[in-house]
């Protein structure tokens, strides 16, 4: 069945370093592919998204690109920040799913200034 | 606009209590969604409603759970009675329709601690 899976945690970066997070992902067809971020004691946002393959989400300075070669669709930020500090979700939905999110298991990051 | 609600933020019962959760969609949202998230583990799809049909109830444990969106706007969660692993946190979400790519917009959750 169609699944995600990304990259464990817990993260801790520096302000203003390199920041990647791994996702890949086994679906059949073309997936969406989503990447959402939860802050503590809020709910899930979605962060950005890409429909097809080749696409790139951009959000808030993070990207993303949907690979279908190498099924991933990794996130990315060349700076991060402080506010950053929030655990990441990569998640999908298949191509016959009926609209239902297959979640990764998230990956907590922590930003020190 | 207002997000979606939910409602209590929190709840402590004792295993084989019951509990009730309530979520309010977005004005205008047609599909609702249950998810059930332990901790350390991301969400996991329970119910779908589309307006006040049920969609997809595949991963809903019926024999304890239940579900309803009567008029196609709020929707309450029930369990019953509860067991020690359900202490999770239970997100609500909501779309304005049921397209592949259509956003779903998540509530803050509740987070069920089961003694």
């Known amino acids: 069945g169609d699944s995600v899976t990304q990259m464990e945690g817990p993260v801790t970066l520096s302000e203003e370093a390199f920041l990647t997070i791994n996702c890949t992902y086994t679906?059949?067809?073309?997936?969406?592919l989503f990447w959402y971020v939860q802050y503590p004691g809020e709910g899930l946002q979605l962060l950005l998204k890409a429909t097809k393959a080749d696409d790139k989400g951009s959000n808030k300075g993070f990207e993303a690109t949907y690979r279908k070669e190498t099924t991933s669709f990794h996130l990315e930020k060349g700076s991060v920040q402080v506010s950053d500090s929030a655990v990441y979700f990569c998640a999908l939905i298949g191509a016959n799913t009926g609209n239902q999110f297959y979640f990764g298991t998230g990956t907590s990051l922590t930003v020190i200034p | 606009e207002a997000g979606v609600a939910q409602s209590p933020r929190y709840k402590i019962i004792e295993k084989r209590q019951s509990v009730a959760f309530w979520c309010n969609p977005i004005?205008?949202?047609?599909?609702l969604y249950w998810y059930q998230q332990i901790l350390g583990q991301g969400p996991k799809l329970l119910i779908q409603?589309?307006?006040?049909?049920?969609?997809?109830d595949s991963q809903l444990p019926k024999d304890r759970f239940s579900a309803e969106r009567l008029k196609g706007v709020d929707s309450t969660l029930k369990i019953q009675p509860a067991k020690l692993e359900d202490s999770a946190v239970y997100l609500c979400?909501?779309?304005?329709?049921?397209?592949?790519?259509?956003?779903?917009?998540f509530g803050p959750g509740t987070r069920l601690t089961v003694l």
């Open positions: 979400a909501s779309s304005l329709v049921r397209g592949r790519a259509d956003t779903q917009y």
């Open positions: 004005s205008g949202h047609a599909t």
């Open positions: 409603f589309q307006n006040n049909g049920v969609v997809d």
């Open positions: 679906a059949t067809g073309y997936p969406s």
